[in-house]
Structures are given as structure tokens and as C-alpha cells.
């Protein structure tokens, strides 16, 4: 099993930066893809960014490419998520998942519990 934990949430106002750490145990992450998924109130959740297996590939949803960086440190066993330029509709519950595949599924098998980025106008 792989336990997940988020931290690094909190508000911010628009235009600032926030980085998510997701650290891992239970498993290496070295033998699993990782990324990032948000919810925000009332809505699905949806992909946000996601970094392969080797670190070779990483992929971003449309509207956080070019603000948001995913990057892991297998040494650490974590993952982060570098946020910068931030919108208000950036608000939403962050939630880190794994998966034991080379790239992330759109349904992992590993999630955690979720940290909450809100950002004020």
C-alpha cells in the first residue's frame, strides 16, 4: 500500500505562489507515476499535471501550463507542485495520487486526502 500526504495549501492572493509537497510511504515512488489533481466546491475533479515513472514526461492540464511545474525527488520519496501566477480559479482541494503504471491513469490506484488552495481576487 501507499500512504499519500499533501501539505503546502493556503491562501494566497492572486498573482502569488504556492508549492505542494506529496509525501510518500508504504513504497518507493521511484516505481510509480505521480501527479496532481484539484476539485473545487461543486464541481468534478479534474487532472491538473502529472510527471512519468523516469521523469521523462510530464503532462499539464491546459489551463496550469506555463504556471504550474510538477517535479519529483525520489531521494525524498516526494513530489511537488510548484504553483506560480496563481487565479482565483485556481481554488480548489489538491489532492496527490500514484499509480503503478509508467504513466498516471486517469484513475489511480493511490490518492490522498487532499490539501486546500484558496486564492482571494
Known amino acids: 500500500q501507499v500512504q499519500l500526504v499533501e501539505s503546502g495549501g493556503g491562501l494566497v492572493q492572486a498573482g502569488g505562489s504556492l508549492r505542494l509537497s506529496c509525501a510518500a510511504s508504504g513504497r518507493t515512488i521511484s516505481s510509480l507515476a505521480m501527479g496532481w489533481f484539484r476539485q473545487a466546491a461543486a464541481k468534478d475533479r479534474e487532472f491538473v499535471a502529472s510527471i512519468s515513472l523516469s521523469s521523462r514526461t510530464t503532462r499539464y492540464a491546459d489551463s496550469v501550463r506555463g504556471r504550474f511545474t510538477i517535479s519529483r525527488d525520489n531521494a525524498k520519496n516526494t513530489v511537488f507542485l510548484e504553483m506560480t501566477n496563481l487565479k482565483p480559479e485556481d481554488t480548489a482541494v489538491y489532492s496527490c495520487?500514484?499509480?503503478?503504471?509508467?504513466?498516471?491513469?486517469?484513475?489511480?490506484?493511490?490518492w490522498g486526502q487532499g490539501t486546500q488552495v484558496t486564492v482571494s481576487s
Open positions: 495520487a500514484a499509480d503503478d503504471s509508467i504513466l498516471l491513469r486517469a484513475t489511480p490506484n493511490y
